[in-house]
């Protein structure tokens, strides 16, 4: 998109057809990683202001990531962030956060949320969980594996400890895990299934994993060689839409961020998407609008142009 906006140019616009300033009426979904986060997961104090004076004025502040409960609870806790909603596992998986959460009893849910183990949650920030979408991996590992025996592999549920054939890098993964032989990696509720190859681009292990002719699942390259595969047809954007119905608010009052491929189907869906100034072209594409890039605080600046 060569003529993309910049931010503050597609805020105007977006306002003009009917975005909300900052309140009850505004949605904001975050990615995490690239986003809010730096590459080394240092986080600005200039993005925590910014969530918090959203969160002070209302503002529905909604975590969207590709991200396990437990990461995203990591992340939460440094942001500041302690009610609400978040969308993980790139929209398999949707919690409330907080021990009172006034969203989801004014959204008139036909169902409980359920306590979550400490398998795969921390003890704070306090989550429940409200759906999850999974998927039966096997015949998916059976052909990574046999194509790339070097990857990484790992499996994730709403119940169990994280299943890994092999350690990830230090600090790629957060929370706890099982090492298994790749036979026994199979969880059949499965959330997610991320293949991580450090010696492949991210180009090269997503052209690999589209000649394998994965049909029946979703998938989405990450900023390295990492690749999060989710359950057909489950997206970010379709967690959101799921978490926008039970606020009850239209579409035209959403915001979203992210710089990854995992985040296109949600920059296209929000009323004002923004890509981050370090997202790849095919990411922009999918924006209506880019900021700097996270080492220069894009995202709080979109976020304080919003208030």
Known sequence: MADLKIWHEAVAEARLHGLP?????????????????????????RIVAAIQAHLTAGTHIVICTGRGISGAQIA??????????????????????????DDVSSAGLKHETVPLSSNVSLPTPTVRLLTSHTFDPRKEIELIS????????????????????????????????QVLPVSELAHPYCTRLTIRTPDLSGEELLARIDALGLH??????????????????????????????????????????????????MLAWAQLGVAMGNAPEYVRAHANA??????????????????
């Open 21 to 45: 300033a900052a309140g009850s009426q505004l949605f904001i979904a975050l990615d995490i990683d690239g986003t809010l986060l730096r590459h080394d997961t240092s986080v600005s104090p």
């Open 76 to 101: 939460m806790q440094d942001l500041g962030i302690n009610s609400g909603y978040a969308v993980c596992a790139n929209g398999a998986i949707i919690v409330t956060v907080g021990d009172g959460n």
């Open 146 to 177: 046999q194509a790339l025996p070097q990857a990484l592999i790992s499996v994730e549920s709403v119940q169990d400890v994280r299943r890994v054939n092999r350690e990830f890098p230090a600090g790629e993964m957060t929370g706890k895990f």
């Open 216 to 265: 029946a699942v979703e998938y989405a390259i990450g900023w390295s060689a990492w690749m999060d595969i989710s359950p057909k047809g489950v997206t970010k954007a379709t967690g959101l839409a799921d978490v926008l119905g039970y606020l009850n608010l239209p579409r035209e009052h959403t915001v979203a961020i992210g710089d990854s491929g995992n985040d296109c189907e």
């Open 290 to 307: 880019i900021t700097e890039d996270v080492d220069h605080d894009g995202a709080a600046l979109v976020l304080a142009a919003l208030l």
